[in-house]
T-cell receptor, first 108, second 114 residues
Framework: AQRVTQPEKLLSVFKGAPVELKCNYS??????LFWYVQYSRQRLQLLLR??SRESIKGFTADLNKGETSFHLKKPFAQEEDSAMYYC??????????FGSGTRLQVQP | DGGITQSPKYLFRKEGQNVTLSCEQN?????MYWYRQDPGQGLRLIYY???????QKGDIAEGYSVSREKKESFPLTVTSAQKNPTAFYLC?????????????FGQGTRLTVV
């Protein structure tokens, strides 16, 4: 069965510090991985997807199949990055499986 | 204005009653999903539908039912059999069977059993 693990419920950093939100997955097939973000009082929205190899708002995520990880990184955190972040896995049945989420707090 | 709309935003239900949550989208998406969001547990899949008149159970379907009579609509009924229905419910839609396709989410419905 597929599973997504986000080990940290809360990550607190100071503005300008590097950020890494961890995500590990278990799935026997070819994974499709995403990061979704939920800012305060806004709906859940896509941040980035592994297949696009894109950088959004300074965030990047690299799929490491050997370690089955898809960690989200940003070199310099901004206060507006404070939000709830969810790692998600899309499986053969085409329904997203989400991790439990990590709340990122960026302090001034 | 395209998007996905859930109603109502807040819903209160007495124990033993069924209640239906509405989800409508005008994005012309074939696939629609219902998730339940609880603190510390992330989003858990209740039901999903890839096409009209067809739907599949997700990981926590017990105590819930759905219908998909129209492409635009995917209502979720929380039945009296659901033992812990108080939660935040999210509806989503996406294009069907496309690699890396984005899911679009509604604003959610907060259901409270009183």
């Amino acid at each position: 069965a597929q599973r997504v693990t986000q080990p940290e419920k809360l990550l607190s950093v100071f503005k300008g510090a590097p950020v890494e939100l961890k995500c590990n997955y278990s799935y026997s097939g070819s994974p499709e991985l995403f990061w979704y973000v939920q800012y305060s009082r806004q709906r859940l929205q896509l941040l980035l997807r592994h297949i696009s190899r894109e950088s959004i708002k300074g965030f990047t995520a690299d799929l490491n199949k050997g370690e089955t990880s898809f960690h989200l990184k940003k070199p310099f955190a901004q206060e507006e990055d404070s939000a709830m972040y969810y790692c998600a896995l899309k499986t053969g049945r085409r329904a997203l499986t989400f991790g439990s989420g990590t709340r990122l707090q960026v302090q001034p | 204005d395209g998007g996905i709309t859930q109603s109502p935003k807040y819903l209160f239900r007495k124990e033993g009653q069924n209640v239906t949550l509405s989800c409508e989208q005008n994005l012309n998406h074939d696939a629609m999903y219902w998730y339940r969001q609880d603190p510390g547990q992330g989003l858990r899949l209740i039901y999903y539908s890839q096409i009209v008149n067809d739907f599949q159970k997700g990981d926590i379907a017990e105590g819930y039912s759905v219908s998909r009579e129209k492409k635009e609509s995917f209502p979720l009924t929380v039945t009296s059999a659901q033992k812990n229905p108080t939660a935040f419910y999210l509806c989503a839609s996406s294009q069907r069977d496309k690699r890396d396709t984005e899911a679009f989410f509604g604003q959610g419905t907060r259901l409270t059993v009183v």
